[in-house]
C-alpha cells in the first residue's frame, strides 16, 4: 500500500524509499515545532506590539523558507505520501507568504493587508490538515 506498485515491498510493508523519507520528515518535526511557537509567541493572544511583532518576523520569515527548502527536498517515489508531501509544502508555502503579508502590512501601516494575510495563514493552516490526513497513517504505520 505504501510502496509503489513496482516494488514487491508494499505486499510486506512500507518500502526502504518511503522508511527514508518519512525518517527524514519526523527529523523535521522539531524545526516545524519552533516556527510555530516562534510566530505563535508574538501574534493572537501574546501581540505585544507592531514593533516586536514585525522583528520576530523579520528573523523569522528567512527561517520558514530554509524550512520549505528542506520540505521540497523529500521527494518520496510513493504517489501518496509525495501528495501529502505536496500538500505540506504548499501549506508552509502559504505560513511564509500570510507571515511576509503580516510582516508588509506593519512596516506600511496598512491595515487593510491584514486580512489577505489572516487568509493566507489560514489556507495554510487547511492544507496542512489535509496534509495531515493523507501522511498521517503513513507516518503512524512506520512507528
Do not use: C, H
Amino acid at each position: 500500500m505504501f510502496a509503489s506498485s513496482t516494488s514487491q515491498a508494499g505486499l510486506f510493508g512500507p518500502s526502504a524509499d518511503t522508511k527514508k523519507w518519512a525518517a527524514v520528515l519526523k527529523k523535521l518535526a522539531p524545526t516545524e515545532t519552533k516556527l510555530l511557537a516562534r510566530y505563535s509567541a508574538v501574534t493572537g493572544k501574546k501581540y505585544t506590539s507592531d514593533a516586536v511583532t514585525a522583528q520576530a518576523l523579520v528573523k523569522l520569515i528567512p527561517d520558514v523558507n530554509s524550512y520549505i527548502e528542506q520540505l521540497d527536498g523529500i521527494t518520496p517515489k510513493d504517489s501518496k505520501f509525495r501528495a501529502g508531501i505536496n500538500l505540506y509544502v504548499q501549506a508552509w508555502n502559504d505560513y511564509a507568504q500570510g507571515m511576509e503579508l503580516s510582516l508588509g502590512a506593519i512596516q506600511s501601516q496598512d491595515y487593510s493587508k491584514v486580512a489577505a494575510a489572516n487568509e493566507q495563514l489560514a489556507q495554510g493552516r487547511s492544507l496542512e490538515k489535509q496534509a495531515s490526513i493523507v501522511l498521517g497513517p503513513i507516518l503512524k504505520f512506520l512507528k
